[in-house]
């Protein structure tokens, strides 16, 4: 048995598998242990877990329950998964940030897509907020898109910096 290159297809679906496992894995806990619209204190007056769906995209944009945005939001992923899988397997140089970016946002969006299909919103329940001041609540797939969408930044940014 030979090992796969470390930034090898097999590597990047692998990254992306476990993103998927621990994200569905959490939403499968929150969705078994709270009531929808529940909320558990953590860290007081800065974290609770609490149960939400979302049917639109980041933040409750166009969030709804028309059918075209449950169609939508489906077909723009796909998407995206396709065009992140191509951007991986056509690049010359696999560097870290590459890798790391791309298996991050695939695995994170793969996650929110099994959600939409499954129950036609995104589940999110991580709450954060000091004061008055909230974030929307989120999830483990929302964290792996955005830290990986600034590693893709960061990679086209240093290519673009070493082409001038």
Sequence with gaps: MTLSKPF???SF??????IVLSDQTTKAI???NLNLHETRPVFQGFFNITYITN?????GFLAGS???RHI???VISVVALAALLYLYKSSRSRGHQLFWGTSLVFGGALGNLIDRIRHRSVID????FLGSYHWPAFNLADSAIT???VLLAWHFLRITGKQS
């Design 30 to 32: 929150i969705v078994s």
């Design 125 to 128: 329940f991580l709450d954060f």
């Design 66 to 68: 028309d059918k075209w």
């Design 72 to 74: 939508f939001f489906q």
């Design 55 to 59: 049917t639109g995209a980041a933040f």
């Design 13 to 18: 679906l692998f990254v992306a598998f476990l």
């Design 8 to 10: 090898s297809i097999k």
């Design 147 to 149: 830290i990986g969408g």
